[in-house]
């Protein structure tokens, strides 16, 4: 069972920052696959980035590419999501997942492990 606690959310207009983090207990073994959703008010909830706890692949939604980035620091257990150049339909919630599984995947179901998530709302 991994805990998963996400932090960083908040309040910023148009063209703004935020790094949102997810700190993982207890570390994840080296397959897993963390990644981040999204889900704004009656919508479904999408995929946004993912990272594999070990190595260096990475993926991202197109509508969030060139944007956001996704980093770990393995010594502190935490994925980041930093995230430039915000819009307002970049307003939602925002999980952290992760994946036992060795392959990233873009689909919610594919996630065994979720946190409670933070909200970001972008303001125009």
């Known amino acids: 069972q991994v805990q998963l606690v996400e932090s960083g959310g908040g309040l910023v207009q148009t063209g703004g920052s935020l790094r949102l983090s997810c700190a993982a207990s207890p570390r994840p073994f080296s397959s897993y696959i963390m990644g981040w959703f999204r889900q704004a008010p009656g919508k479904e909830r999408e995929f946004v980035a993912a990272?594999?706890?070990?190595?260096?692949?990475?993926a991202f939604a197109d509508s969030v590419k060139g944007r956001f980035t996704i980093s770990r620091d393995n010594a502190k257990n935490i994925v980041y999501l930093q995230m430039n150049s915000l819009k307002p339909e970049d307003t939602a919630v925002y999980y952290c997942a992760a994946d036992r599984g060795g392959t990233v995947s873009q689909e919610p179901v594919g996630y065994d492990y979720w946190g409670q998530g933070t909200q970001v709302t972008v303001s125009s």
């Open positions: 990272i594999k706890w070990s190595g260096s692949r990475t």
